[in-house]
């Protein structure tokens, strides 16, 4: 299973972006996905969670009301659309892949087996 996430880019304080992540080698509705971002020099943190038995997604508080992320069974596809975007989203965004994630595991990366590579988001102030 392979996780190709796009859609990141250099923008402006309070613009809003759509990132991407493609799936190949497996169907979209076998996995959990969940979307983690890593600024500089800081620890890899949870955004988003969207198990695969329904599409009700679970988010950070840090973006809660910002933030929505929804999936594509036909596209094999998840996205994750930020909107009011702030300096502090600044960050590789990734996304990543599970099987079987219980509800209050859904926010720990080693909960997830595949990761994509990462799409960098610039905010700029």
């Known amino acids: 299973v392979q996780l190709q996430a796009s859609g990141g880019g250099l923008v402006q304080t309070g613009d809003s972006l759509r990132l991407s992540c493609a799936i190949s080698?497996?169907?979209?509705?076998?996995?959990?996905m969940g979307w983690f971002r890593q600024a500089p020099g800081k620890e890899r943190e949870f955004v988003s969670a969207?198990?695969?038995?329904?599409?009700?997604?679970y988010y950070a508080d840090s973006v809660k009301g910002r933030v929505t992320m929804s999936r594509d069974g036909a596209k094999n596809t998840v996205y994750l659309q930020i909107d009011s975007l702030k300096p502090e989203d600044t960050a590789a965004y990734h996304c990543?892949?599970?099987?079987?994630?219980?509800?209050?595991?859904?926010?720990?990366?080693?909960?997830?087996?595949?990761w994509g590579q990462g799409t960098l988001v610039t905010v700029s102030s």
């Open positions: 990543a892949a599970g099987t079987g994630i219980i509800l209050s595991s859904v926010t720990f990366a080693q909960s997830y087996i595949y």
């Open positions: 080698g497996g169907a979209l509705s076998r996995y959990d």
């Open positions: 969207i198990r695969r038995y329904n599409d009700r997604a």
